[in-house]
């Protein structure tokens, strides 16, 4: 469990810096850091398993639900994160409403 807490945590903290920067930049960061988070993840399952000997099947039912959890609150941390970038961005609702016109307007008889 412990585990897949640090994973989640490292995870949030980098994605926490890579919000704000442009498009290209925030995924290559995201899934750059995802590639090796997995790979050290990896390796400490390798580790736990072979060297230390923890029970295998204890050890995966724990790992995998746990990870299950950390990664859905990951999900839900982007998803929040956007919406409220979300909503910096938009426009009151009245200028929304105002027409723009593009050269001379067109009147239409109805």
Not at 55 to 74: N, P, Y
Not at 83 to 93: M, N
Request: proline content about 2%; cysteine-free.
């Amino acid at each position: 469990m412990v585990l897949s807490i640090l994973n989640s945590l490292a995870g949030y903290l980098i994605a926490k810096r890579a919000f704000g920067k442009s498009l290209n930049t925030f995924l290559s960061i995201i899934f750059g850091s995802l590639g090796v988070r997995s790979l050290l993840v990896i390796v400490a399952a390798w580790y736990f398993l072979s060297v230390v000997r923890l029970h295998q099947l204890g050890f995966a039912l724990t790992f995998a639900i746990s990870m299950f959890v950390m990664i859905l609150g990951e999900i839900f941390f982007f998803h929040r994160s956007y919406e409220e970038s979300k909503r910096q961005v938009r426009r009151p609702v009245t200028e929304l409403l105002k027409k723009k016109w593009v050269g001379e307007p067109a009147y239409f008889m109805i």
